[in-house]
């Protein structure tokens, strides 16, 4: 399973780092992609990391996020700064184990809980 966390309010133009850690998986060599779901609006894949380590981010938070990885940890991390109200919202990491170079266009199968964000 996928044990999320590091969500919190924030004052618009700060940052955020949320965690996703793998309990039970290794995150190490599949996909993992993280997903907004705003209120009102559907859940949308904001950004994605290859088994190459190679990151893919939408435009709305391209040059805003970061994603990295702690091996030793088994965890990986969704870096957010220059924080806007409409980042608000809950994310989700999610995982798919197979080795992939095409990431962000994988469908997943493995979720963690979601931890909320709220930017005000």
């Known amino acids: 399973q996928l044990v999320e966390s590091g969500g919190g309010s924030v004052q618009a133009g700060g940052s955020v780092r949320l965690s996703c850690e793998g309990s039970?998986?290794?995150?190490?060599?599949?996909?993992m992609a993280w997903f907004r779901q705003s209120p009102g609006q559907e859940r949308e894949k904001i950004a994605a990391?290859?088994?190459?380590?190679?990151?893919f981010y939408v435009d709305s938070v391209k040059g805003r996020c970061t994603i990295s990885e702690d091996k030793v940890k088994n965890t990986r991390y969704l870096g957010m700064n220059s924080l806007k109200p409409e980042d608000s919202g809950m994310y989700y990491c999610?995982?798919?184990?197979?080795?992939?170079?095409?990431?962000?266009?994988?469908?997943?199968?493995?979720w963690g809980q979601g931890t909320q964000v709220t930017v005000s």
């Open positions: 990391v290859d088994s190459d380590g190679s990151t």
């Open positions: 999610a995982a798919n184990l197979e080795y992939s170079h095409y990431c962000f266009f994988k469908s997943y199968d493995l």
């Open positions: 039970g998986v290794s995150l190490s060599s599949g996909c």
